[in-house]
């Protein structure tokens, strides 16, 4: 075996580690850390796969923004992990069969690429563009229409969110900004005159400044 092999199946086994941790921990702040470490480890699996652009997306994308949300968000609103556990043994069957059965298909999916003894031989000028740039000449030629499409069901999926945030619903303030518009100064700013009112001084104070004064 290699030293890349061995790099691969350890590094493999700590990502499979820290999947599971994720949903069997009890603190869900200890889930959201061990979800950083399966993220690392599959960065640095890019990286034995010689995909350093995956790689490092995974790292400023996944580990370096979406996870430390994850983290202030849990840590932010202190979520009681025992109301979500509630019944997780009663399901764990279901739910291990539906885990394998998608297992199973991605396996069918995927054993044809496996399956290859050599990669496919690449133009010699299209090696010297690095995998950044190929990705991209990719992207946005032969996967054009699926990348608009998903960009347009991500547009929907925010407005969607944003939409079912602000509904009108008897916890939340709703505003209409046709309301804002026409708000007038007069409506909101009201000018009072009152009559000044001065304190008397004590008698320490007064007997203070005479001496002063004498």
């Known amino acids: 075996m290699t030293t890349t092999g061995a790099l691969f199946y350890f590094f493999s086994a700590v990502l499979l580690f820290a999947s599971f941790r994720v949903i069997t921990a009890k603190s869900t702040v200890h ?11 599959a960065s640095v699996i890019w990286m034995l796969l010689k995909a350093e652009f995956l790689a490092i997306t995974l790292v400023l994308v996944y580990v370096g923004a979406v996870m430390v949300l994850f983290l202030f968000v849990v840590m932010m609103l202190d979520l009681n992990s025992d109301d979500f556990r509630e019944g997780f043994w009663k399901h764990m069957p279901l739910a291990g069969l539906i885990g394998a059965v998608i297992a199973l298909e991605m396996a069918m999916v995927l054993m044809g690429g496996f399956r290859l003894t050599e990669a496919p031989a690449l133009d010699p000028a299209l090696a010297k563009l690095g995998n950044s740039r190929l990705l991209g000449i990719e992207i946005y030629t032969k996967y054009l229409y699926p990348v608009q499409l998903a960009a347009v069901l991500l ?4 407005v969607a969110a944003v939409a079912l945030t602000l509904r009108r619903r ?8 046709s309301e804002q518009v026409k708000a007038r100064k007069a409506d909101r700013v009201r000018i009072v005159k009152m009559a000044a009112v001065v304190d008397a001084p004590s008698a320490p104070a007064v007997a203070a400044t005479e001496e002063k004064k004498a």
């Open 170 to 177: 008897k916890d939340s303030r709703y505003l209409d900004p």
């Open 155 to 158: 547009l929907v999926a925010i």
């Open 31 to 41: 889930s959201a850390l061990f979800l950083v470490l399966a993220f690392a480890n």
